[in-house]
């Protein structure tokens, strides 16, 4: 990820950067091709005087952008511009309390109260989606592979949740349901051998079939359990089948699907491929909704896509974006219905001055500026680390 800054030619030894464009000197000779990278071969005490002499005493340079979640927090906090995030506490003890009813699943099968706990939380998680308009800034990253599972619960519940917000606006009894169900969705893999969860590479034929059986397993526990909601099981159940046919583990299509089930299916898919796994780097978040976009209407319910894509824009929360006058910013969110024109925050410094530093931030709402538009994507700022 790269920033576009202008910075004097005297400031250069603070530089560690690349010419975003050819310098010409005062009889249009040029001086330096865009593309040369500082610090200069040869003598850059020398290049830079000869610079200063040809009355250039600035430079468009590209530099390398490096700038994690906790410093857009920082610059969004001085520019009083928050973030609405799931509080990063309950975040936390959901990953626990899910890890240690894994743990005790291992070990004895669990227990009733385990999953009266976790349903209870799935609960509060719910009531917390609806001050969190942008869930993207929500979702925790994966640090080793052994809490894989955890996390990967606890972001499903989230996507989940917050997709069944949108979807049925008016139905908060649905949206708990919707929640709880994809913090089990997994709860089958308790029963699937540690050699294949955790096994850094393609699962067999055989491997496979064994983790096939997760989501019978997981309703099955879930029951034992005492969860006898129906939606909360239809998640568990249904989160593999397939909109044209095909899942698992009763092959269902289309609207025989249930409807969360299909919402699972997405938050699902979505989490699995923008987290770190032992065999794969996380895919950014434009090119997960790309792939979810592609197999809309095939392995996805079309209108449940479509409601994620409207939710968070072509141009996700945490993108890394230039803009057509040359400035880097990052997304915050979709602005309105114009899923090409979101809200972008942009710093008057290199976002890799930042620390500790007060500096100059604004929002910029590109649905409401005809001069200004994203012309490509930069990087992706990821997942918020748990602590």
């Known amino acids: 990820m790269y920033v576009v800054r202008r910075v004097a030619v005297s400031d250069m030894h603070q530089c560690r950067g690349i010419l975003a464009e050819d310098v010409v000197g005062k009889d249009g000779a040029l001086l330096l091709p865009r593309g040369s990278v500082y610090p200069w071969n040869g ?33 969004l906090r001085q520019g009083e511009i928050p973030i ?63 809490e894989y599972t955890y996390v990967h619960s606890l972001n499903v519940a989230l996507l989940t949740g ?29 029963r699937v051998p540690l050699e294949i969860l955790n096994k850094p590479a393609k699962l067999d034929d055989r491997e496979f079939s064994v983790m096939r059986n997760h989501a019978l397993w997981g309703e099955e526990l879930a029951r034992r359990g005492g969860v006898t909601d129906s939606l909360i099981l239809s998640v568990i159940r249904s989160h593999h089948e397939r909109w044209q046919g ?64 409207a939710a968070i824009g072509l141009f996700p929360p945490g993108s890394v974006v230039e803009l057509s006058d040359g400035r880097v910013g990052i997304v915050l969110a979709s602005a309105g219905r114009d899923l090409m024109r979101p809200r972008v925050l942009v710093s ?15 929002v910029l709402d590109l649905s409401g500026r005809a001069d200004l538009r994203v012309v490509s994507i930069l990087g992706d700022l990821g997942k918020i680390p748990l602590s």
């Open 246 to 309: 095909g899942g698992y583990p009763d092959r269902l299509q289309g609207s025989e699907i249930p409807v969360l089930g299909r919402v699972g299916a997405v938050a699902d898919v979505f989490d699995a491929l923008t987290s770190k796994r032992v065999y794969k780097e996380p895919s950014a978040k434009r090119q997960a909704l790309n792939l979810l976009v592609d197999h809309a209407g095939d392995h996805f319910d079309p209108h449940i896509v479509r409601t994620l894509l």
């Open 43 to 75: 003598d850059a005490a020398a290049v830079s005087e000869n610079l200063l002499r040809q009355g250039v005493d600035t430079l468009l340079v590209r530099e390398e952008l490096s700038v994690s979640v906790e410093e857009l927090e920082h610059l």
């Open 162 to 190: 917050f997709l069944a917000s949108r979807l049925f606006p008016d139905q908060p009894d649905l949206v708990e349901a919707a929640t709880t169900g994809g913090l089990l969705h997994d709860l089958g893999k308790a």
């Open 348 to 362: 008057e410094a290199s976002w890799h001055d930042m620390a500790g530093m007060q500096i100059a931030t604004s």
């Open 84 to 146: 609405a995030r799931v509080d990063p506490e309950l975040a936390m003890k959901t990953v626990r309390q899910i890890g240690e009813v894994f743990e005790r699943m291992y070990e004895t099968g669990g227990a009733e109260e385990d999953l009266t706990a976790l349903t209870a939380t799935g609960r509060l998680l719910a009531r917390e989606l609806s001050r969190t308009p942008q869930i993207l800034f929500s979702l925790a990253a994966v640090r080793d592979a052994d």
